[in-house]
Every structure is written in structure tokens, then in C-alpha cells.
């Protein structure tokens, strides 16, 4: 084999005369390409891959080099277009001049592959490209289930931070690509660490398309202690919500009740408030026993859940207007043994006018009617009382304040405070741990003082 540095086969200037293919493979080798790529690569001058995927073509008998590195590729490949040879038909540089550089990868290069590296760096118009099947559609091909709505993750890149971002969406399908550093027990890890209420079930597909092809149904716990072939794609499939099962009530903290205890919905995965900022919004809300407690825009119930469990003497409505979301809060609530939870189905502000007045009022969410509701809320709280926000948004944070400012001037007796709330939480991935942002939240604390 010869050194990439010293090519044998010297192109013409043209810039443009040779072209460049990428020929994607598949474990199943150079049977698995189709007819014109396999033409592709036996016209080859010179043929550029991996030590592997060159072994699939040992008759080839133009220039080969074994490059792990694209951008030595890369660099070869302009030296090539570069030089400007003699042109000598005795030497056969004319009959040669015409045959392409090869390129092979693996799978589809356009799919977390060497593609988007070498449209940036070469001339598009210069790269044809002839992909393999990618491994991805493979495993949903083998799982016989549709994958047009799944989402991948890359073993490159920022890996942690996408699966992070899917894992907290809920979203229903994930492909992640697995290699030596992000093994699935780097990703089981993660998703222990961030201890998230939706759950997946989890498949292994290792050596898809090969003699060797393996795909197994594997647990969480299974992720961690087992061994896989480097080159695999763990597909993960969310999991509809468990049954109505009790808790263990007394494993349970008194304050600050972990996120994975409440079950979310198919469709509304994120509906939890934090347990950090649900602590904090409890600060604010000052709470005592015997209260009537609206919890405006419930999502799943977290809010309302813990109130109820710290003053089971206080009665806590949970109003959302979902109806996924109030399947959620009823879920919830049974599986805590509640009894001083109500789970309202409604729109505020409309529904609220039916409620008993309330001494607090927690405001999750308004749905875009958000100066309605506080004008309802501050009409029907008690003398007292208080409304508490968590607002993510900076357009919500300046209603609020206007309105405040409107209120102010009418009734001096009412005031406010504002808390930003910026938090992470540390996850262990693997042999190292980093931090994982929480939404920065705003908690706006609104109080009618006695007259």
C-alpha cells in the first residue's frame, strides 16, 4: 500500500475533472451495494477508506489509502486536483485522467456521517453520493415499527445535550448511535441520573446487516452491566403510563417530593414542576393549614399533590384545562391516598367564579389569558391572601407588572416581589459529571394586605 503522501496517479488541473463519489456500506459488505455503486468503485483511481471497508474490495486494483481521518482525505484529495501533471497518453494519465475518487463509509454519509464534512470543505458540485441503507432504518426495519416521527441522536457532537433535551420532552421514539465512547451504559446511565418520569423501554440493535446482527429487548439495569458490539443503535420507545399502583408513602420526603413520583400523560410529558422550584414556589406561596388553595394551570398535579400531603386539613383545587392533564392529576392524587385534592376540568378564568374563595393561588400556566385570570384571581382572593406565578417568559413578567402597576394605583394595599430562579442539577454520564440546566423560571409573589 502506498503512502497517501506519495500518489502514484497524478490528475489534471481541471478542478473539476475528476469527481468525487461516496459510496456508503453496510456490514453486509460490497454484496450489499447496488449495481452502479459497485461500478462506481471498481472505475475508482483512487479508493479512500477504512482499513474494513477497504477489506470488502481486495481485487481493486487502483490507488488505496487506509484513512481513519476525513480531513487527510480531504487534504489529498485538493493535492490531487492541484497538480498539474504532463500530459504524456504514453504514461496513461489521459485514459486514467476520467476515473473518480472513492470515498467509503459507512451506512448513509448524509446521516450523522462524513457528508456534511465533505460538502463544507469540497465542492458540492463535484460530490455525487450513494447511500447505504443507515442503520437507523434498519433497526425500526427490524422492530417492524414506523419511524418517520422518531428522533435521533448522534454519537457525535453534542451528545449528552441532545439526549438530555429529547429525554425531557418525552418524546415517543429515540435512536441513539452507539460506538466505543457512547456505549449503552453511557446512555443508561444518563437517564438513571436524570431520573425523569416518562419511561422508555429500550432495544439493541448490534451489527445490523451483518452475519453477526443481534437485537435484543433489554432493561435499564441490563444497559448498565451488559457488554454490546461497538457498532449499535439503542431505539428507545416510551412507555404508556404505569397502572395505579400505591406508593411507598413512607420512603417519601415530607417537603420536596422527587420529580419521578408523578406520572405525567402520553401526550403532555413535561407537565411536572420541578421539585427545586416547587419548593420554592411553596416558600413563597407561606401556606397554613385549614386553606382553600386554587393551583391554577395543575399540568399533572406536583404543585397541588405536595400542598395537599403537607395540609391535609387545606383543600387544594387543581384546575387544568386539559383533559389528559386532569387524567394525570387524578392518577396522581389516587396513587398518593389524597383525599383533599380536586381535580377541576375547566378554562380560567371562566371556571374559577365557581370555586370557593381562596386564601392562596398558585398560577402555572393561564393558557395566553393571563391579565384575565389575575383579574379574576385578585377578585376573589381573600383578604390576606396571595397569589403566587412561576413565569418563564419575559412577556409574561411584563403583563404581570403592569397589571400590578394598574391594581397599585386603585388599591394600595396590594404588592409584590419577584424571585429569578436559575438552577442545575448534576448528572453522571459515564466517567464524568456535568451540569443540567433547569428552565430559568421567574416566581412573582402577589399579596393583599389586610385594609
Same mark, same amino acid.
Given at each position: 500500500?502506498?503512502?497517501?503522501?506519495?500518489?502514484?496517479?497524478?490528475?489534471?488541473?481541471?478542478?473539476?475533472?475528476?469527481?468525487?463519489?461516496?459510496?456508503?456500506?453496510?456490514?453486509?459488505?460490497?454484496?450489499?451495494?447496488?449495481?452502479?455503486?459497485?461500478?462506481?468503485?471498481?472505475?475508482?483511481?483512487?479508493?479512500?477508506?477504512?482499513?474494513?471497508?477497504?477489506?470488502?474490495?481486495?481485487?481493486?486494483?487502483?490507488?488505496?489509502?487506509?484513512?481513519?481521518?476525513?480531513?487527510?482525505?480531504?487534504?489529498?484529495?485538493?493535492?490531487?486536483?492541484?497538480?498539474?501533471?504532463?500530459?504524456?497518453?504514453?504514461?496513461?494519465?489521459?485514459?486514467?485522467?476520467?476515473?473518480?475518487?472513492?470515498?467509503?463509509?459507512?451506512?448513509?454519509?448524509?446521516?450523522?456521517?462524513? =457528508?456534511?464534512?465533505? !460538502? *463544507?470543505? %469540497?465542492?458540492? /458540485?463535484?460530490? +455525487?453520493?450513494?447511500?447505504?441503507? &443507515?442503520? @437507523?432504518?434498519?433497526?425500526?426495519?427490524?422492530?417492524?415499527?414506523?419511524?418517520?416521527?422518531?428522533?435521533?441522536?448522534?454519537?457525535?457532537?453534542?451528545?449528552?445535550?441532545?439526549?438530555?433535551?429529547?429525554?425531557?420532552? =418525552?418524546?415517543?421514539? !429515540? *435512536?441513539? %448511535?452507539?460506538? /466505543?465512547?457512547? +456505549?449503552?451504559?453511557?446512555?443508561? &446511565?444518563? @437517564?438513571?441520573?436524570?431520573?425523569?418520569?416518562?419511561?422508555?423501554?429500550?432495544?439493541?440493535?448490534?451489527?445490523?446487516?451483518?452475519?453477526?446482527?443481534?437485537?435484543?429487548?433489554?432493561?435499564?439495569?441490563?444497559?448498565?452491566?451488559?457488554?454490546?458490539?461497538?457498532?449499535?443503535?439503542?431505539?428507545?420507545?416510551?412507555?404508556?403510563?404505569p397502572r395505579a399502583e400505591p406508593l411507598d408513602l413512607e420512603k417519601l420526603p415530607l417537603l420536596g417530593i422527587p420529580d419521578a413520583a408523578f406520572i405525567g400523560c402520553?401526550?403532555?410529558?413535561?407537565?411536572?414542576?420541578?421539585?427545586?422550584?416547587?419548593?420554592?414556589?411553596?416558600?413563597?406561596?407561606?401556606?397554613?393549614?385549614?386553606?382553600?388553595?386554587?393551583?391554577?394551570?395543575?399540568?399533572?398535579?406536583?404543585?397541588?399533590?405536595?400542598?395537599?400531603?403537607?395540609?391535609?386539613?387545606?383543600?387544594?383545587?387543581?384546575?387544568?384545562?386539559?383533559?389528559?392533564?386532569?387524567?394525570?392529576?387524578?392518577?396522581?392524587?389516587?396513587?398518593?391516598?389524597?383525599?383533599?385534592?380536586?381535580?377541576?376540568?375547566?378554562?380560567?378564568?371562566?371556571?374559577?367564579?365557581?370555586?370557593?374563595?381562596?386564601?392562596?393561588?398558585?398560577?402555572?400556566?393561564?393558557?395566553?389569558?393571563?391579565?384575565?385570570?389575575?383579574?379574576?384571581?385578585?377578585?376573589?382572593?381573600?383578604?390576606?391572601?396571595?397569589?403566587?406565578?412561576?413565569?418563564?417568559?419575559?412577556?409574561?413578567?411584563?403583563?404581570?407588572?403592569?397589571?400590578?402597576?394598574?391594581?397599585?394605583?386603585?388599591?394600595?394595599?396590594?404588592?409584590?416581589?419577584?424571585?429569578?430562579?436559575?438552577?442545575?442539577?448534576?448528572?453522571?454520564?459515564?466517567?464524568?459529571?456535568?451540569?443540567?440546566?433547569?428552565?430559568?423560571?421567574?416566581?412573582?409573589?402577589?399579596?393583599?394586605?389586610?385594609?
Amino acid at each position: 500500500m502506498s503512502s497517501p503522501h506519495e500518489p502514484r496517479i497524478l490528475m489534471p488541473s481541471g478542478r473539476g475533472v475528476v469527481k468525487v463519489h461516496v459510496v456508503g456500506i453496510g456490514l453486509d459488505g460490497s454484496a450489499g451495494l447496488s449495481e452502479s455503486a459497485r461500478q462506481v468503485v471498481e472505475m475508482a483511481a483512487l479508493l479512500i477508506g477504512s482499513e474494513r471497508l477497504l477489506s470488502y474490495f481486495p481485487q481493486h486494483d487502483g490507488e488505496r489509502w487506509a484513512l481513519e481521518d476525513l480531513t487527510e482525505a480531504i487534504l489529498e484529495i485538493r493535492r490531487w486536483w492541484a497538480t498539474e501533471p504532463e500530459l504524456d497518453p504514453s504514461a496513461g494519465t489521459v485514459e486514467t485522467r476520467d476515473r473518480p475518487i472513492v470515498i467509503l463509509v459507512a451506512g448513509d454519509p448524509l446521516f450523522y456521517g462524513w =457528508g456534511k464534512l465533505l !460538502i *463544507a470543505q %469540497l465542492p458540492p /458540485e463535484k460530490l +455525487t453520493f450513494h447511500p447505504h441503507v &443507515s442503520s @437507523v432504518q434498519l433497526a425500526f426495519n427490524r422492530l417492524r415499527i414506523p419511524w418517520q416521527d422518531a428522533h435521533c441522536v448522534g454519537s457525535q457532537g453534542r451528545y449528552f445535550e441532545e439526549l438530555t433535551a429529547k429525554l425531557k420532552l =418525552g418524546v415517543e421514539k !429515540i *435512536a441513539v %448511535l452507539a460506538d /466505543e465512547a457512547h +456505549t449503552p451504559a453511557l446512555l443508561a &446511565s444518563l @437517564v438513571k441520573a436524570l431520573d425523569l418520569p416518562t419511561r422508555y423501554e429500550f432495544w439493541v440493535c448490534e451489527n445490523l446487516g451483518a452475519a453477526e446482527e443481534r437485537v435484543s429487548h433489554k432493561s435499564l439495569e441490563a444497559l448498565l452491566r451488559e457488554s454490546f458490539a461497538p457498532l449499535s443503535v439503542v431505539v428507545m420507545l416510551r412507555e404508556p403510563p404505569p397502572r395505579a399502583e400505591p406508593l411507598d408513602l413512607e420512603k417519601l420526603p415530607l417537603l420536596g417530593i422527587p420529580d419521578a413520583a408523578f406520572i405525567g400523560c402520553g401526550d403532555k410529558p413535561g407537565l411536572t414542576v420541578e421539585r427545586e422550584v416547587r419548593v420554592l414556589v411553596l416558600a413563597q406561596l407561606a401556606l397554613q393549614s385549614g386553606q382553600v388553595v386554587w393551583d391554577v394551570g395543575a399540568g399533572n398535579g406536583s404543585v397541588s399533590i405536595e400542598i395537599a400531603r403537607l395540609f391535609p386539613q387545606s383543600e387544594v383545587y387543581a384546575i387544568e384545562q386539559t383533559v389528559s392533564g386532569n387524567s394525570a392529576i387524578e392518577f396522581n392524587y389516587g396513587r398518593f391516598g389524597l383525599q383533599n385534592v380536586f381535580s377541576i376540568h375547566g378554562t380560567a378564568p371562566e371556571i374559577l367564579h365557581r370555586l370557593r374563595p381562596p386564601h392562596r393561588i398558585f398560577i402555572g400556566g393561564s393558557g395566553g389569558g393571563l391579565t384575565k385570570i389575575l383579574g379574576v384571581c385578585a377578585l376573589r382572593l381573600l383578604p390576606g391572601g396571595s397569589i403566587v406565578l412561576a413565569l418563564d417568559a419575559f412577556e409574561d413578567i411584563a403583563t404581570v407588572l403592569s397589571w400590578m402597576g394598574d391594581r397599585v394605583r386603585r388599591e394600595p394595599h396590594w404588592s409584590y416581589r419577584i424571585v429569578q430562579v436559575q438552577l442545575s442539577r448534576s448528572v453522571a454520564g459515564g466517567n464524568s459529571t456535568r451540569f443540567d440546566a433547569l428552565r430559568p423560571v421567574s416566581i412573582v409573589t402577589i399579596d393583599r394586605h389586610l385594609n
